[in-house]
């Protein structure tokens, strides 16, 4: 086991960190029933969010990085975590949901962890207009919960600041704040001009991760993502739908694709550089918020002609557009200036818009053809 002295941790912080880190590290001795004066020096990290894409990517960077995982998963059955297990299979499960503020609190103190990295939310932006309040509550409200849950068990209050040795916390802020941009490329000071219930609950997510930055010194911070998709994106979310449509049309499973605003633009990166920034974000010095994506930008019909050309189709063939998939209002255009996290992070994407779409409908074509293929894999996205 990776160990040392408690003497070495305790060297490490301030006079009141380093009681908090002591009462932290008893605590896991007396739960783990141990007695030896050395202690782990593994990290443990708690993900909200888990069961979802960037999740699962970021279970699997930190458990190569040596971490213990842990995952607030909702619910008494949750069906994504088998999912989850396919890809990744040491984690741990503590009970949790970020509309329940005791929840988060029961999880903090089980867990004690090092990091938390709060990925939960309603993340689905056409779904935050038809059910506005929820989206609030879970993708706003929810930020709240688990920062007062770290605070209250951390017993942070504006007399008694953290040490070195406090709970760091990430936060999943969106390039949907943006919105209607004012500038482009965006960066960490490009105005906020959200544009969806779902854009103004990250706000609100966004300025209270800052809040408690500054009101109690909290180690908080915010990584604002541009999009990012994978093999594991939902189905509901307009990258996935179209590599799933691809490959249903190349199979003979359907004929058509119905899309909404094809000229949409985003910056489109791959989930899998994305979770590296995150944990990087956490391992500086201080605190600050990151932009992350990629620099370039794409329509959505752009990503439609890659990936019908990729299966050797014509998209005009086969693509409706259909006014039921576009939204009360849209943003038009993102696009990254990622600048302060190559020079500060040393954080650059691995992989181009065409191999990503590419590495998407190889991977849902695979997925299609197989007879075996799982029945909670989604194969009929028309209804999004
Ligand atoms: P995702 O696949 O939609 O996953 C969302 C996760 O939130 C799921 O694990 C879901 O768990 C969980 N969740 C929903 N309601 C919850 C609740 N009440 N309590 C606890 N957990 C709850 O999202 P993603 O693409 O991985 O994105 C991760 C985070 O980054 C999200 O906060 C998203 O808004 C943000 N973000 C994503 C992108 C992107 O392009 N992917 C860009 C910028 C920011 P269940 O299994 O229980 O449903
Ligand atoms: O894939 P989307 O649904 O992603 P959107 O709305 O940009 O949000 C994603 O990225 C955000 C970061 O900027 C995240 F915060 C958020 O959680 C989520 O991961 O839609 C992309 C674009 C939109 O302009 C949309 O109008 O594609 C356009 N689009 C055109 N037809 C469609 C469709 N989107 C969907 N989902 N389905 C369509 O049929």
């Not at 969010?49 to 949750?78: F, K, M, P």
């Not at 919960?145 to 916390?169: C, D, H, K, N, W």
């Not at 550089?273 to 794409?298: C, E, F, K, N, S």
């Amino acid at each position: 086991m990776n160990t040392t002295v408690l003497a070495r941790h305790a060297q490490n912080c301030s006079l009141t960190s380093s009681f908090t880190l002591i009462e932290r590290i008893c605590a896991r001795w007396r739960k783990n029933g141990e007695t030896s004066t050395e202690v782990p020096l593994t990290r443990r990290a708690l993900i909200t969010g888990i069961t979802g894409q960037d999740g699962s990517y970021l279970a699997e960077h930190l458990l190569a990085h040596g971490y213990e995982v842990w995952g607030l998963v909702r619910g008494q059955a949750n069906p994504h975590v088998a999912r989850l297990r396919k890809h990744v299979g040491d984690i741990k499960i503590a009970q949790g949901d970020l509309l329940d503020q005791g929840s988060l609190i029961s999880a903090i103190e089980r867990v004690q962890p090092d990091e938390v990295y709060n990925l939960g939310a309603i993340s689905y932006v056409p779904m935050s207009w038809h059910q506005a309040e929820l989206t609030a509550e879970v993708t706003g409200m929810g930020t709240l919960r688990m920062l007062e849950a770290i605070r209250v068990v951390s017993g942070i209050s504006a007399s008694r600041t953290p040490g070195a040795a406090q709970i760091r916390f990430y936060q999943a802020s969106s390039s949907e704040m943006f919105g209607q941009v004012s500038e482009t490329p965006q960066n960490e000071t490009t105005p906020f001009h959200p544009r969806s219930p779902y854009g103004v609950a990250k706000t609100y997510g966004h300025f209270i991760t800052q809040n408690y930055r500054e009101s109690y010194g909290m180690f908080a911070v915010s990584g604002i993502l541009f999009n990012h998709e994978s093999p594991r994106r939902g189905a509901e979310f307009v990258s996935r739908k179209i590599t799933l449509g691809v490959a249903r049309i190349k199979l003979g499973l359907a004929t058509e694709l119905k899309l909404g605003n094809l000229e949409a633009r985003r910056d489109w990166g791959y989930a899998g550089d994305y979770v590296r920034a995150m944990r990087l974000m956490l391992h500086q010095d201080g605190p600050d918020d990151y932009v992350i994506g990629t620099g370039r930008t794409h329509s959505v019909r752009e990503l439609v002609e890659l990936a019908f050309a990729t299966a050797g189709l014509r998209w005009a063939d086969h693509v409706v557009t259909d006014a039921r998939f576009t939204r009360p209002a849209e943003v038009d255009l993102l696009c990254a200036d990622p600048k302060k996290a190559r020079e500060q992070l040393g954080w650059e994407p691995t992989v181009a818009f065409e191999d990503l779409i590419t590495m998407m409908v190889e991977s849902d074509l695979e997925l299609l053809a197989r007879s075996d293929r799982p029945d909670d894999e989604p194969f009929s996205p028309d209804h999004w």
